[in-house]
């Protein structure tokens, strides 16, 4: 059931995810404005969707919108994150796979997400007083969204950019308290101590999280 309540807060995240990703790219210096004006469009594109009663994703536009992330999301930093202490120990070929093996997760949790969330409504929070859009290469951004069955769910993502010179790309996201970058790092953990190697782990890791979401 614990699981279970993981991934379902892991769909509702991942289904704003690619709203605020993809808009990354675009020329916005305040990276709350990237959110509010890419969920908006993302929410329409969802509406449109279930007034039409066509609320399916296959997986090829899935792995298509996953696709459009990659100049706005640094998959393969992501990937080096969730894989901790093991990072320091895999070789870059490893990394290199694992990498791909988190996308291909995250390809099936987005196609999920979509099927089983109805987003009524969203609120970005205003940002501190005392953010600098010129200077900061760091930013928090929260947001309030509700379900169609009047769900409330809290979503803290953490934004960051190389220098003012970069689009702002999402580092993490936690939602209702729980940091799914950690999460996400304790499972791959848990993965090396269950099968026993980094490679095996990496091997593994695609068919088990996509089990998981199949489960909810």
Do not use: C
């Amino acid at each position: 059931m614990r699981q279970a309540t993981f991934f379902q807060r892991a769909l509702m995240a991942f289904l704003l995810f690619f709203a605020l990703s993809a808009s990354a790219q675009q020329d916005i210096k305040n990276p709350r404005e990237v959110i509010q004006e890419s969920t908006s469009e993302v929410l329409d594109i969802i509406q449109e969707h279930q007034t039409l009663d066509e609320r399916k994703m296959t997986q090829a536009m899935a792995d298509e919108l996953l696709q459009t992330l990659e100049p706005a999301v640094d998959f393969d930093a992501i990937a080096r994150g969730v894989m901790g202490k093991h990072g320091k120990q895999a070789t870059q070929q490893q990394k290199q796979e694992f990498s791909a093996a988190f996308k291909r997760s995250l390809s099936k949790l987005y196609m999920k997400s979509f099927q089983t969330f109805e987003v009524k409504s969203v609120e970005v929070l205003p940002l501190p007083d005392d953010f600098s859009s010129q200077n900061d290469t760091r930013a928090y951004i929260k947001m309030k969204a509700q379900t169609g069955n009047n769900k409330v769910y809290s979503i803290d993502y953490s934004m960051g950019r190389k220098d003012s010179s970069k689009p702002w790309q999402v580092h993490n996201i936690i939602l209702d308290g729980v940091n799914l970058g950690l999460v996400y790092m304790n499972q791959f953990d848990g993965a090396v101590s269950r099968h026993g190697s980094i490679d095996a782990a990496i091997a593994n890791w695609s068919s088990e999280e996509i089990k998981k979401v199949d489960e909810i």
